[in-house]
């Protein structure tokens, strides 16, 4: 079995759905089974737990083959990220405590880097902090989904123009549809 948190989202949805059709059974963790309620038509455990709440990840991870981590994303963090590290320390303990064979974490581009992040500084610290764990761990780094082009759909519409904040316009970099997710959790 595998656990999910996130599992209402793209990219946890996009694991769930990929494990399901492989036939592996998946726990969604989630804060609000009513938001969940079309995972459990589908055949997925739904156990509830907060991200701060180590002992109860814990028993949502015990006895796992595999967790995929997502820790919420903070737009507006207070100074040196309490929110983050609080985050991050209770998953490390749950892991460490359940002892999963394998976690797939969601992180971001340029996470390796040790300063200069802005925002990308959260996905820095979970990596920092999860890599020293003794199950097998990936991170996913990817710079861009492509579903999040949907949120520029309106704009292109309307204005016959896309808003864009990375910087510079003209640089590549590279984008992962969520779906692409699932080949990283069969590894």
Excluded at 158 to 171: A, F, H, K, T
């Amino acid at each position: 079995m595998f656990a999910i948190i996130g599992i209402s989202g793209n990219v946890g949805g996009a694991a769930a759905r990929a494990l399901l059709k492989a036939g592996k059974s998946v726990r969604g963790v989630v804060r609000d089974q009513a938001r969940a309620v079309s995972w459990a038509e589908k055949g997925v455990e739904l156990v509830t737990a907060d991200v701060n709440d180590a002992p109860a990840l814990e028993k949502a991870f015990c006895g796992l083959e595999g967790v995929f981590v997502m820790a919420p994303p903070n737009f507006a963090p207070e100074k040196g990220y309490p929110e983050t590290r609080a985050i991050v320390s209770s998953l490390r303990q749950a892991l460490a405590a359940a002892r999963p064979a394998k976690v797939v974490y969601l992180s971001s581009v340029g996470a390796h880097k040790k300063h200069g992040l802005g925002l990308i500084t959260q996905s820095h610290i979970l990596e920092q902090e999860k890599s020293s764990l003794r199950s097998s761990n990936a991170f996913i780094r990817a710079a861009w989904f492509m579903e999040n082009y949907q949120w520029d759909a309106g704009s292109a519409r309307e204005r016959g123009e896309i808003d864009v904040y990375l910087s510079p316009v003209q640089r590549e970099f590279p984008m992962v549809g969520t779906e692409e997710v699932r080949n990283i959790l069969r590894a």
